[in-house]
């Protein structure tokens, strides 16, 4: 608990260290560690600890080679352990246990990829404590590269060729780290026998070769680390390990019970969207047979934003609405849930919500997959995307809306737990419609993040930082040191259009 309170919580992706873990943690681990020491009322330590948090999230998935560690010395019972260490001052971080710095002013990196080159650095410079999960970083020679195709035992090889300053290769070994079927290899500028074979003008650039064919120059959008990896990470076979290997449409069929609607990945299904309506106020409101107080607050909320901006079929419309008129007149403390189900069920040609569920864009490879969350979050980007176009509501009305119903209502707890804590970190510093819009869609990229290769993914819908560069092209770019940068004027008119009611699919409705 006394490590939740600090400045990180489990749903960052730092390892939290504390005197009953520090043994396991620290002196039984063959991954690199880079350990931030820090107090929690130290206004330094609060500065820097969102570079922390996107260095976590940065790297990871370098996470069996390299793990992010961090100890509040302001609680009591950690202060032993940072007595231990030696630490003197707040934050500093220790890389494989080897003080980087115990300066609080200097010393070390303050921003991601300075401190992302220090850990390639450290884990170079400790070559006798080599993580036994980190591949090889080292440049390759032409040698050795002719005798991998010779034995032509991978299906993938990418080679990234680049001068001897640049990052980019060893950042893509690691990203790759936890891919099957793939090695990535850099290959120096110098190495000019192999450059001139394979015709290789720029640098960086990555070439790659299939198993039983010739190199070919890797087409991406920048020449980058971010693209080279996105692009990487989803050629044809290669998979994240221990994850089953993708299979074909055919085989998709099989492993759900009904029936697969062939969709288009780029569209936003209305059928998702009445799914989701019917999902959650015929069976999740419906765990409580009685509503009041905070969460009748949360449902009227929830009911009335849907009447003012739910792009439905007038059927569907006319229904939320008629509902919402019936909740405001609903008077009393409690509501009983069979009222409400009473007014809801109640129909005709002209107002109704349809039953049941009919995933389209949300259907998941196997039953237990997508369905019901993918579709709360469609219809929660849709919302916010329709208040800004029609103006119908504050700037904070359809976000707080979202946030009271997690917290009420939502069956996944741990998924309430973690939007609530997001939402107590800045959600209040949202004051216009469209930084609405921007807000949930990078809260929604920050769980991409965190849940990628959980179990919980889709193997055929890997959880990536959204849209993707295949879906729009102009939302992508890079910024100083070649790190990827959203453009987020071109991700806000992407939002707008990708969640704008003429682009919903209308297939598949009753
Ligand atoms: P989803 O992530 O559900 O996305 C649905 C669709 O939205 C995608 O297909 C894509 O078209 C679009 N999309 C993707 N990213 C963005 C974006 N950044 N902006 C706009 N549109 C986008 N599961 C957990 O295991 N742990 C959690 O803590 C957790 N927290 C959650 C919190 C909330 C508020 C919600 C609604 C769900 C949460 N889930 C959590 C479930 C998880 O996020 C996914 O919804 C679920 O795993 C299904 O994933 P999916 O592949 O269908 O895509």
Redesign the pocket.
């Known amino acids: 608990l006394a490590a939740e309170a600090g400045l990180y919580s489990s749903?960052d992706q730092v390892v939290l260290l504390t005197p009953d873990t520090v043994a396991s943690v620290l002196r039984n681990n063959s991954a690199a560690l880079l350990v931030e020491f820090y107090a929690s009322w130290c206004g330094h330590c609060v500065a820097f600890s969102p570079v922390w948090k996107a260095l976590a999230r940065d790297t990871r998935e370098w996470k069996p080679a390299v793990d992010l560690v961090a100890i509040d010395c302001a609680f009591e019972e950690n202060s032993r352990v940072c007595r231990d260490f030696g630490i003197a001052g707040y934050p500093s971080l220790k890389v494989n246990l080897s003080v980087v710095s115990a300066s609080m002013s200097a010393g070390f990196p303050r921003d991601v990829l300075g401190l992302r080159h220090l850990i390639i650095r450290k884990i170079e410079e400790h070559h006798d404590s080599w993580p036994p999960a980190c591949p090889p970083l080292e440049a390759a020679s032409k040698a050795e590269i002719d005798s991998t195709v010779q034995t032509n035992s991978m299906e993938y090889l990418a080679l990234v060729f680049e001068t001897e300053d640049s990052y980019v290769g060893r950042e893509v070994t690691l990203d790759l780290l936890q891919f099957s079927n793939i090695t990535v290899r850099r290959v120096l500028k110098s190495e000019r026998e192999l450059v001139s074979e394979l015709e290789v003008t720029d640098f960086p650039s990555c070439y790659l070769r299939r198993r039983d064919s010739n190199f070919t120059r890797l087409h991406v959008l920048n020449e980058a680390r971010t693209f080279y990896s996105y692009a990487l990470q989803r050629l044809p076979g290669v998979v994240r390990s221990g994850k089953s290997k993708p299979v074909t449409s055919d085989l998709l069929q099989n492993g759900t019970q009904v029936q697969w609607r062939p969709f288009d990945?780029s569209g936003?299904y209305m059928s998702d969207l009445e799914s989701a309506l019917h999902y959650s106020l015929r069976v999740e409101v419906a765990a409580r047979s009685v509503i009041a107080g905070p969460a009748l607050d949360a449902l009227r909320s929830y009911i009335s934003v849907l009447a003012k901006n739910f792009p439905g079929r007038p059927m569907v419309k006319r229904k939320l609405q008629s509902l919402d008129a019936w909740m405001k007149s609903w008077e009393e403390g409690e509501l009983p849930y069979s009222s409400l189900r009473a007014a809801l069920d109640q129909s005709n040609q002209t107002a109704a919500l349809p039953r049941g569920v009919r995933w389209v864009?949300?259907q998941?490879s196997r039953p237990h997959?997508?369905?019901y969350?993918?579709?709360?979050?469609?219809l929660?980007?849709l919302l916010t995307v329709q208040a800004l176009e029609t103006g119908s509501s504050g700037p904070l009305e359809v976000l707080w809306t979202?946030r009271r119903y997690?917290h009420n209502f939502?069956g996944?707890r741990?998924?309430?737990?973690?939007?609530e804590q997001m939402a107590e970190e800045n959600m209040d510093s949202v004051t216009m419609l469209s930084e609405a819009v921007i807000w949930?869609?990078?809260?929604?990229?920050q769980?991409?993040n965190?849940?990628a290769g959980?179990l919980?993914?889709?193997p055929h819908?890997?959880?990536?930082?959204?849209?993707p560069p295949d879906q729009c092209r102009e939302c992508h770019g890079v910024k100083g040191g070649g790190e990827h940068a959203w453009n987020q004027a071109q991700v806000l008119a992407f939002?707008r259009s990708?969640?704008s009611a003429q682009h919903l699919n209308m297939t598949y409705l009753e």
């Not at 949930?440 to 990229?445: E, I, K, P, T, V």
């Not at 819908?461 to 849209?467: L, N, V």
């Open positions: 749903a990945r936003v864009g949300c998941g997959f997508r369905g969350p993918c579709s709360v979050w469609t929660f980007h979202m997690m939502f996944c741990y998924c309430a737990t973690h939007f949930l869609w990078a809260r929604h990229n769980v991409n965190r849940l959980d919980s993914e889709d819908f890997p959880k990536i930082q959204w849209p939002l990708h969640y």
